[in-house]
């Protein structure tokens, strides 16, 4: 433990308001709309303040907007948690560095992506665009963002990106041949690339190889609960950014349990 109760305290109430943001954002960005105040999805009506957090909006039972009487929507509800629940992760396993700090902002257009994909299957441009350029200039100055490297080095990030782009280019070729259109989609490959540059080369593996995991699980939970086939194709999009979150929190335990 690297860092006081206090702290980690403070870090998960600042994860959740802007886990909370975040999400607004995302849903916002899906809609096309300017950000002026948080609007429900359905009705555009302005939300509340106490439903500007779906946290809030759940446990003040204000679940349901006042106007179409709709709830919100689930991912919404993750994103918030996952924002908090990764920053206070990252901060009592390692401190609060500026690597860590890279780590914190790095995972929150990934909380928009669970937004934006579970809600609507999309992994939009104007998120993932954006937050590339900008983590590849920040990882060719510092290195990669994953904060227990030893002497993380600014080709790791270069390799990083080359290795998620190549990996999932050759996956979107081989699905849409294999399965048609819709199995993987474009916005995977943007999405893979950007967990290359948040992590770099070698860790973009790691990640990318807990994310085909999760999705076997994930796939497999849905044939579970539908009790049939897949009529629908899963987004892939939440097990990319999960394996990305647990390469960044856990990934030197992984890789060191693995090799040894
Ligand atoms: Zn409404």
Redesign the pocket.
Known sequence: MTATYGLMVLVALLGWAVGAATAIVAEAALARRRLVAPR?P??T?VFHPLQWSAVLALISGQRR?R??G?AFRTPRLLAEIFVAVCWTLLVARFGLTPRVVLAMAALVPQAMILVTDLEAKLVPNVIMLPSLATMLVLGSLFGPAAPFLDAPRWWQTLAGVAVGFAIFRVLVWVGVAAFGEGALGEGDITLSTYVGAVVGFPLVLEALILAFGFGGVGAFLVLLLRRGKLRTAIPYGPFIVLGCAVTLIWGGEILTWFLT
């Open positions: 429900c359905y009705c009506a907007c106007t179409c709709k």
